[in-house]
């Protein structure tokens, strides 16, 4: 069964860290893009920040960047999110998903985000 | 920063077309995706690379693309089609940066 699980969110306060991490099983993690998307309560989706496959492109939203991070280990089949800084408007949960982008042998095929975890709760407040 | 616009919300009878539409500068170079999202649940792809269907998804929903605007159409609007509907597309900057629209949300009469 193909998952992604999501962990590592809490109750932080203003200005302090947090790493979120998604677990992935049940496909072949190190073939596709995966990112990071979150919605505030009552909000729209919003995206946070993407990674390819091999981490040859990244990209954050104006409003995280400079303050998160992303990565992948594609040994451990793990996906990350360091957040520092962070301030209430980024109070939200936050999803890790699957694709847009999936490569292989040099070719890049574009099958939409077809994967997405239950998502994690990030609350910053003092 | 990119863009993408979508109408806030759309109201359908059963059995009804409802036609969700997305706008934004960049959607004649980039594809766009369509998700649904129903409440306390993760978001669903029901449309990818502009008009295709990923399997399991009813044969009522469709894509378009003409310009710089996409549309999601839900053809013979069922009851359980009531939800938010959200566009997503890439900036053709050249950097890697995904933008989703606002969100509709389709509520069936």
């Known amino acids: 069964e193909v998952q992604l699980v999501e962990s590592g969110g809490g109750l932080v306060q203003p200005g302090r860290s947090l790493r979120l991490s998604c677990a992935a099983s049940g496909f072949t993690f190190d073939d596709y893009a995966m990112h990071w998307v979150r919605q505030a309560p009552g909000k729209g989706l919003e995206w946070v920040s993407g990674i390819s496959w091999n981490s040859g492109s990244i990209g954050y939203a104006d409003s995280v960047k400079g303050r998160f991070t992303i990565s992948r280990d594609n040994a451990k089949n793990s996906l990350y999110l360091q957040m520092n800084s962070l301030r209430a408007e980024d109070t939200a949960l936050y999803y890790c998903?699957?694709?847009?982008?999936?490569?292989?042998?040099?070719?890049?095929?574009?099958?939409?985000?077809?994967?997405w975890g239950q998502g994690t709760t990030v609350t910053v407040s003092s | 920063s990119y863009e993408l616009t979508q109408p806030p919300s759309v109201s359908v009878s059963p059995g009804q077309t409802a036609r969700i539409t997305c706008s934004g500068d960049?959607?004649?170079?980039?594809?766009a995706y369509w998700y649904q999202q129903k409440p306390g649940q993760a978001p669903v792809l029901v449309i990818y690379k502009d008009s295709e269907r990923p399997s399991g998804i009813p044969e009522r929903f469709s894509g378009s693309s003409s310009g710089t605007t996409v549309t999601l159409t839900i053809s013979g609007v069922q009851a359980e089609d009531e939800a938010d509907y959200y566009c997503?597309?890439?900036?053709?900057?050249?950097?890697?940066?995904?933008?989703f629209g606002g969100g509709t949300k389709l509520t069936v009469l």
């Open positions: 960049a959607l004649p170079k980039q594809y």
């Open positions: 998903a699957k694709g847009p982008e999936y490569c292989s042998g040099g070719s890049c095929y574009y099958y939409g985000m077809d994967v």
């Open positions: 997503q597309s890439a900036d053709s900057s050249g950097t890697y940066h995904w933008v």
